[in-house]
């Protein structure tokens, strides 16, 4: 089974979990998080390098 995250609630229903919202309700500003603080200067020259080309592609700031 696929399940689609844009109706995934209701999918989730359908399957038979009808508390699966209630199991979902985050609070999303927990998440933000300053990540770049846990990488070292080598970390991010691997990832810049590594992610060089979506950089370039999606118009990216590479990291600092």
């Known amino acids: 089974i696929i399940l689609k995250c844009e109706n995934l609630n209701e ?6 979990f009808q508390d699966f919202e209630k199991f ?3 609070n999303n ?3 933000n998080k300053n990540y770049l603080k846990y990488l070292n200067d080598n970390s991010i020259s691997l990832i ?8 370039e592609y999606f118009n990216y ?4």
Do not use: H, R, S
């Open 11 to 16: 999918q989730m229903k359908i399957l038979g």
């Open 48 to 55: 810049n390098n590594y992610y060089k080309l979506d950089f």
């Open 29 to 31: 500003n927990n998440f």
């Open 24 to 26: 979902c309700n985050y």
């Open 61 to 64: 700031e590479k990291l600092q």
